[in-house]
């Protein structure tokens, strides 16, 4: 079992910057692939970005490519989301996600989920 906790969503206007963080309980975390997804009103939940157990391969949506990092500090059980260049677009509830194996751009393919954190971006 595997609890996931997000911090960092906030207002920031277009060109900001924001740092999401996944806080995850337990002592398997290294054993998990990693993601965040995002959900805008009326929209499905989309993916984001991913990361591999150790952090050696990373995977991006073409709408964050560029702007968004994604890290992890296995001794720390969290995952980060740095955003940068924030557009108005970006606006939605960001969700981490763990999955011990599967498609990582899947929502249905993670296993457990946050509760999400709010990013609201102002033009």
């Known amino acids: 079992q595997v609890q996931l906790v997000e911090s960092g969503g906030g207002l920031v206007q277009a060109g900001g910057s924001l740092r999401l963080s996944c806080a995850a309980s337990?002592?398997?975390?290294?054993?998990?692939?990693m993601g965040w997804f995002r959900q805008a009103p009326g929209k499905n939940r989309e993916f984001v970005s991913a990361i591999s157990l150790t952090g050696a391969r990373t995977y991006y949506a073409d709408s964050v490519k560029g702007r968004f990092t994604i890290s992890r500090d296995n001794a720390k059980n969290t995952v980060y989301l740095q955003m940068n260049s924030l557009k108005p677009e970006d606006t939605a509830i960001y969700y981490c996600a763990a999955q011990f194996t599967g498609s990582r751009y899947e929502p249905p393919e993670y296993e457990y989920w946050g509760q999400g954190t709010q990013v609201t971006v102002s033009s």
């Open positions: 337990g002592r398997t975390f290294s054993r998990y692939h």
